[in-house]
């Protein structure tokens, strides 16, 4: 019998299918969230939760086909693809954003995650565009309705973490014309998408001041895309995307040499907001499932929830998230206020917030990705078995969560990346106070170093000296040189070849003194 010719059957139980309904879901995250919520924005959760728990039908049918676009025109239809930003009378802000992020992940973790990459990033790079063109709104109101989608291209192959570094070669003609030669990869979306929001720089050896800002569309001659197989990307298109020779009309530009640059820099902390969102919601799910599903568990003879080594697992999960939860409302309050505001009203805002909030989203993004994954493995762990299996039309996602999760930590600046810029909040928070402390402690670690230098050119000059007739002309030549180089950088405060021969030394009288010893033992 061949494997594909194998029946699948369906394992969870009704009454664990009964207890993990969406509606009882969405029952433990309202407990819990509306309290911290204001009225409006509790009602905005409860309309969209209504509209999610009537595509629940679609949203199996979309993972039994493995494709999590056909809810993109559904969810469009009540601007559920994004509310990070205020469209058509329907407010966004990055609270909303989260809010609607913890529904969605809840009806389709894979249809979220498709939906963020189309309507916030491309959406953001559309939205935040000042001067933006007849085309680019139709781009951006298609998009937000879900009747298009939309892919970002920001890594390259030898370019991920290190985009800024891109190789996309673009150049624009005398008539304002576009051209982009290179290849993109990882565009979430790009394997369906319609149209592709693309970085490229016009000299390679000077990204910051040549990096723009281009919108693509499928069709465009010399844009092709081919999908990447990514299993934990289950149902969404993920692809490489070629661009040969496309030449676009100048009003495709999103924004011009060096202007590229700062969007996207400015562009990846709300990008941060919306991942750190994905990252709550997936935790709130995960733990929606093990604390239903524990209660309803028996084995020897009690509930799973009894047992401590379950329990415990969840409390510390809850307290966690929870207080993660707080810290991401924080940053999107903050975000909102001293950003996203003042860029929707066309004004400047402050660097000095959006310093503070880069840094606030980068620490965000590090812990919420990570703790999504922690949450859905330990939730996977508490439901035993039922935890491993993803069926078709059942309530169980958390399989899917588990997927969805590993994928959140490499998104938007991998977990290295966010942790060079915490280290750099580290140094400017503390810079105004303590950089005179910091100096003293240089010059004093440069004084013993000092001394520690000295001590070897002694000893140095004391081999040269007492074991001369063992040293090869070679080792007596080498530590001459490093010594006289020595004294040349000190009277010329060459620190450079100060801190090169203060390096070398050492080593060079390590071997002079094994040179002598084994000569003497001849
Ligand atoms: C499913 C999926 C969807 C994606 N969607 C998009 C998209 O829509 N558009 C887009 O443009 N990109 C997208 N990406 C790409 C993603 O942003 C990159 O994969 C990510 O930035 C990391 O780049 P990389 O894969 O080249 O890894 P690398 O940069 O090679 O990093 C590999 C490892 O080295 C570490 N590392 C790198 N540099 C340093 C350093 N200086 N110090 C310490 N550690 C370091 C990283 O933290 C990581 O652990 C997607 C990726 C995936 C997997």
Known sequence: MKLSEANYTHLLEKN?????????????????????????????MTEIQEVCKKLQKEADECYVNEDAYPLFPKLGEHYMLQRMNTYNGVEGSCKRQMLLNMCMVQLSPETDFAATASAILVGNSLYHNPERKDLQEKAL?????????????????????????????????????????????????????????????????????TMMFTLFERGDEGLTTERLRIPGAYGIGVAKVNYNNVTVPAERMLAPPGEGYKRLFRGLTPERVAIMGAGIAGSWAALAHGVIFSQIRHQFGKPLFKYQGISHTLDDLYSKVAANTAFAFQIADFYDAKVGNKIEKGEKPNPMDEGSVAIMAAQGKYLLSKMYHKCTYEVVQTMGGRGSISEFNSNSIINRLENVSRLIEVLGGHRNIQLMIVEMGIKATTAMSITGNVQKGKREERKV?????????????????????????????????????????????????????SKALPRALRNASKEAYKSRKK
């Not at 996309?168 to 979306?189: F, L, P, V, W």
């Not at 001590?455 to 530590?479: C, H, M």
């Open 16 to 44: 664990y299918e009964k207890a993990l309904s969406l509606g009882n879901r969405y029952s433990f995250l309202n407990a819990n969230l509306f309290p911290l919520l204001s009225k409006d924005e509790q009602d905005m």
């Open 141 to 209: 109101k298609e998009i937000y309705r879900g009747t298009k989608i939309g892919g970002i291209g920001i890594t390259e192959i030898e370019h991920g973490s290190d985009a800024v570094n891109m190789k996309m070669k673009a150049s624009i003609a005398e008539d304002g014309s576009i051209t982009y030669n290179g290849i993109k990869i990882y565009t979430t979306n790009g394997a369906v998408a319609d149209y592709f929001s693309t970085y490229g720089v016009t000299d390679i050896s000077n990204p910051r001041r």
């Open 449 to 501: 170093q000092k001394k520690i230098t000295d001590l070897y050119a002694t000893r140095a000059e004391k081999i040269l000296v007492d074991e001369a007739e063992f040293l090869s002309d070679g080792t007596k030549t080498e530590l001459k040189m490093i010594l006289n180089k020595l004294k040349e950088s000190t009277e010329s405060k060459n620190k450079i070849e100060l801190a090169a021969y």
